[in-house]
C-alpha cells in the first residue's frame, strides 16, 4: 500500500491498494497538477475545517453573540469558503515509528478566520501502517476561545481504481440507522428521521447506482447522494461503520471512525469540466464528521470547543481483498 499528499490543504493525492491478484492501483480521485487543485471546486482529499458542512443563514448564536460566516450564492456557509483549510498550506513534520509512518500536517488558524471566534491550533496526522493495509487520519485542536469545530477529509474514491467509470460494480454498507432530514438548501430542519424503508437503508450490501435510476424524493432530480447519515449507538469510540467491496477487482475499504455521522456523496458535482475530467458518479465520498449546521440545533451531538479543552477524532481505512466467487473460481479452474 502507497499513500501520497502534498502541503497545500493537506491534500491526499494518492492511495495504491492491491486487488485480489495483488495489483497496485490508485483508488482516491486526483487531479493532474498543482494549478488544478488551485481552481478545483471539489475540493479532492482535502482537510475541511473550520467547519465542515452548511451552517444555514451563514449564522448562529453562541454564549448570546451571533456570529455571521462568508456565506455562498445560496446564502449558506459551506466547508469555510472561500478560504477554509482546503486552500492553506499546512507545515509538515514527517515520522517513521517501529509500526508506522507518516506525517503531522499543522495550521494556525487566527481568532475570527471564516468568521469564527478564538485562536485555532490543529494538527492533521496521516498514518500508514507497515504490517498493514490501513491508513489513519487524526485530528487534534486547540482552541483559546470557545468557538466550534468540524474537520474532515473530502476524498472522493472509486475502489476499481480512479479513472473509472461509474460505481455499478460497488457494494455500499453503512452502519446508520438515521439521517438529517433538510430543505431545499440542503440545510438540516432538526428532524433526525429514520431510514427504514427509503434509499437512504444501506445497512444491508446494495448497490446504490440501482437508486440512482430511479426517480426518489430523497435523492432529488438528477437522482445523486448527498446525505448526512447518523451511526446507531455512537459513544465516540473507534468503530466500524462501513464497508464498501468492488466486485471486479475484489478491493474493499472498511471504515471505522470516532465521529457521529458520515456525510455520503455519490459524486454529483463531477461534469467533465474539471482537468481530470471526471464524470458524474465516477467516485464516492464518506465524509466522517459531526452533523452539518450543528451550532443551530442545540439536539444535534454538540461541535462546540471551550478553551482547555482539546478536540479529538480519528477515521481509519482499512483495506483489504474479497476471494473471488466460487463461480468464477470453477470458471477460471478449467481447462481451456
Known amino acids: 500500500m502507497r499513500v501520497c499528499y502534498i502541503d497545500y490543504g493537506a491534500t491526499i493525492t494518492t492511495v495504491e491498494v492491491p486487488d485480489r491478484d495483488g495489483r497496485l492501483a490508485n483508488i482516491v480521485l486526483r487531479l493532474p497538477d498543482l494549478p488544478a487543485y488551485l481552481t478545483t471546486r471539489h475540493r479532492h482529499a482535502s482537510i475541511i475545517g473550520r467547519y465542515a458542512g452548511r451552517i444555514g443563514k451563514a449564522e448562529f448564536a453562541l ?120 430543505d431545499n438548501k440542503r440545510i438540516p430542519t432538526g428532524r433526525i428521521l429514520s431510514v427504514d424503508d427509503s434509499v437512504l437503508d444501506l445497512r444491508k450490501p446494495t448497490v446504490i447506482t440501482r437508486h440512482l435510476e430511479q426517480v426518489d424524493a430523497l435523492l432529488g432530480q438528477p437522482p445523486g447522494y448527498d446525505h448526512s447519515l447518523l451511526f446507531a449507538n455512537w459513544d465516540q469510540s473507534l468503530r466500524a461503520v462501513a464497508r464498501i467491496s468492488e466486485t471486479v477487482s475484489g478491493r474493499q475499504m472498511d471504515i471505522y471512525t470516532t465521529e457521529p455521522s458520515v456525510q455520503f456523496n455519490s459524486g454529483n458535482g463531477f461534469d467533465g469540466s474539471e482537468a481530470s475530467a471526471y464524470q458524474r458518479h465516477d467516485g464516492f465520498a464518506l465524509e466522517t464528521e459531526h452533523l452539518p449546521d450543528s451550532p443551530n440545533h442545540a439536539n444535534f451531538p454538540s461541535t462546540v470547543l471551550n478553551p482547555g479543552q482539546v478536540f479529538k477524532s480519528v477515521t481509519s481505512l482499512r483495506f483489504s481483498v474479497t476471494p473471488l466467487p466460487k463461480s468464477k473460481q470453477v470458471l477460471s479452474d478449467q481447462e481451456p
Open 63 to 182: 454564549n448570546g453573540q451571533t456570529y455571521h460566516l462568508p456565506a455562498n450564492e445560496k446564502g449558506v456557509a459551506l466547508h469555510g469558503d472561500p478560504q477554509g483549510f482546503d486552500k492553506r498550506v499546512w507545515s509538515r513534520q514527517d515520522f517513521d515509528k517501529n509500526d508506522s509512518l507518516g506525517s503531522h500536517f499543522n495550521l494556525l488558524s487566527p481568532d475570527g478566520d471564516q468568521g469564527l471566534p478564538g485562536e485555532v491550533r490543529v494538527t492533521v496526522t496521516y498514518r500508514l501502517y507497515k504490517a498493514r493495509n490501513a491508513f489513519n487520519i487524526e485530528y487534534r485542536a486547540v482552541s483559546d476561545k470557545v468557538t466550534v469545530i468540524n474537520l474532515t477529509n473530502h476524498g472522493y474514491f472509486n475502489l476499481a481504481g480512479a479513472g473509472s467509470r461509474g460505481l455499478s460494480t460497488h457494494l455500499f454498507q453503512i452502519h446508520a440507522d438515521r439521517y438529517t432530514e433538510t
